[in-house]
């Protein structure tokens, strides 16, 4: 299959001139190779006659180059081909691949972006607890948010405590007995989220589990150690 471009080196016209070098500047870069016909050449009169029969036509009826082939067929003017390229579809466009092969690439090429995200995220926040990662990623949008939308009441509070605040005053409060112990409602606190949904797990920190009974209570602790030291 050849790919053709026709022109004309003779125009006045500065858009048409501009398309021309446009389209050359592309396929180069793209490393696609074509071949290029000046159809105001003498000896290119059949093409000229080639291209004004089958080239795409304008509303005014006319053919505006440059012209797009694929052997003996058209894929379009300088608009359809500026239109490929930012559907990012110019390989389709071209005719250099068909609607299945360039399906299939694309969906390669998504599912490559969606595991390297995924990836970047997991590194990022050093967990894999998709709640988790949810509540973070919340948070960092919202942090953004409030960035540029300062609370003139509460200046000293930071983009990052507003955030988290938001997100609690929109989480779901669990009913606890007014008439219960304090220590009851501690464990039914505690028992109500998952702690790793919580708190996360980087590579540099080892979480250790404690468990503590006073008076027929029992109360969980967590221990985060830290290269640095160790917090509570």
């Not at 389209?23 to 000896?43: C, G, H, R």
């Not at 390229?85 to 399906?103: G, H, M, R, V, W």
């Amino acid at each position: 299959m050849v790919l053709r471009v026709y022109f004309i080196s003779t125009t006045g016209r500065r858009d048409i001139r501009k398309g021309q070098i446009h389209v050359f500047s592309v396929l180069s870069s793209w490393k696609f190779p074509y071949q290029a016909i000046d159809v105001a050449a003498p000896e290119n009169e059949n093409d000229r006659n080639f291209v004004i029969d089958t080239g795409k036509k304008s509303e005014d009826g006319k053919v505006v180059l440059p012209q797009i082939f694929q052997e003996e067929k058209c894929c379009g003017d300088y608009l359809d081909f500026l239109n490929a390229i930012e559907d990012e579809k110019l390989q389709l466009f071209l005719q250099e691949l068909n609607k299945q092969e360039f399906n299939i690439i694309k969906q390669k090429e998504k599912t490559m972006i969606d595991e390297t995200t995924t990836k970047v995220i997991h590194f990022y926040y050093q967990s894999i607890n998709v709640t988790y990662l949810d509540l973070r990623l919340i948070h960092s949008l919202l942090t953004i948010t409030y960035t540029s939308i300062p609370d003139s009441n509460r200046s000293m509070l930071n983009a990052e405590y507003r955030a988290f605040e938001s997100i609690l005053r929109h989480s779901p409060r669990s009913e606890f007995d007014p008439m219960a112990s304090s220590l009851d409602i501690a464990e039914q606190m505690r028992a109500s989220f998952q702690f790793d949904v919580i708190v996360s797990h980087p590579a540099q920190c080892q979480v250790k589990k404690q468990i503590y009974e006073y008076e027929e209570q029992t109360v969980e602790t967590y221990w985060i150690y830290h290269r640095s030291g160790n917090i509570n």
